[in-house]
């Protein structure tokens, strides 16, 4: 398993590379299609980045073969973190996409032609959800980091709040109060996530990447570009994590 492991983790910045390569494609061939203006060129044009889109897949799934192996030892990792949130929800996101890439291992061999028979609609839609659900946890995940780092930040400011700021606090008005909260929430929240550019990043490409199984499984309509752009996105966060390792959010 250890062979698999260092194998995954030396493929993993290339399978990054054609992942971003991948859904460029989608998001210039959706701006194509928008454009549309029927000629011959952009037909063409639009087909050829409808191929490289689909060959840029498989590569992808080719260079993910065995990735199930490094999920799983992750799982193994995470089951001795202190933390009983983080334990669970990092070891359950482990499996999910342990999972993932079984089903998406099995799609290769059927689109390979290794499993003539497949049945590629009912594998693509499980290999879907099984991402659906680690992306879930995942953002959970964020947001249980997000709010013991706000419970700090708040607990940290109210031990440097003097007596007379609470007296004036106390002698405002109700809506005055609820409005003065919301608005040192708010700036908690902006300060929190501007000091912990690992978490912002890890939350920020959860986020985009939740559109694309929400649309393959049909559960949220949006259209080609959107989620070109969202799997660009998340793909680009996921290569500044790889090139500046410190940026990876840490259990």
């Excluded at 050829?48 to 689909?54: P, T, V």
């Excluded at 999920?71 to 089951?79: E, H, I, K, V």
């Excluded at 799997?231 to 500046?244: A, E, F, K, N, R």
Aim: hydrophobic share 45%.
């Amino acid at each position: 398993m250890e062979a698999w492991v260092r194998f995954s983790a030396q493929s993993q910045a290339r399978e990054r590379l054609l992942r971003a390569a991948q859904y460029a494609c989608a998001l210039a061939g959706a701006a194509l299609s928008r454009a549309g203006n029927g000629s011959g060129s952009s037909s063409g044009t639009l087909s050829r980045l409808q191929h490289l889109e689909a060959h840029l897949s498989l590569g992808r799934k080719l260079l993910r073969l065995g990735g199930s192996a490094e999920a799983l030892a992750g799982a193994q990792r995470s089951l001795h973190l202190p933390d009983p949130v983080l334990r669970f929800c990092l070891t359950l996101s482990h499996l999910n996409r342990a999972l993932f890439l079984a089903c998406d291992n099995i799609l290769w061999a059927g689109k390979t032609g290794i499993l003539p028979g497949l049945a590629m609609d009912k594998w693509s839609q499980r290999s879907f959800r099984y991402y659906l659900f680690a992306l879930v946890v995942n953002l959970s995940r964020d947001a249980y980091e997000v709010r013991v780092l706000l419970e700090r930040a708040e607990a940290a400011r109210k031990r440097g709040k003097s007596p007379e700021n609470r007296r004036q606090l106390q002698a405002d008005g109700r809506i005055q109060r609820l409005r003065l909260h919301l608005h040192l929430q708010l700036q908690l929240l902006l300060q929190v996530l501007r000091d912990n550019p690992p978490l912002l990043l890890d939350l920020l490409r959860n986020a985009c990447d939740l559109v694309i199984p929400l649309e393959k499984l049909g559960l949220c309509r949006s259209s080609p570009g959107i989620v070109g752009f969202c799997g660009l996105t998340s793909s680009v966060l996921s290569i500044l994590t790889i090139l500046h390792p410190w940026l990876k959010l840490k259990p």
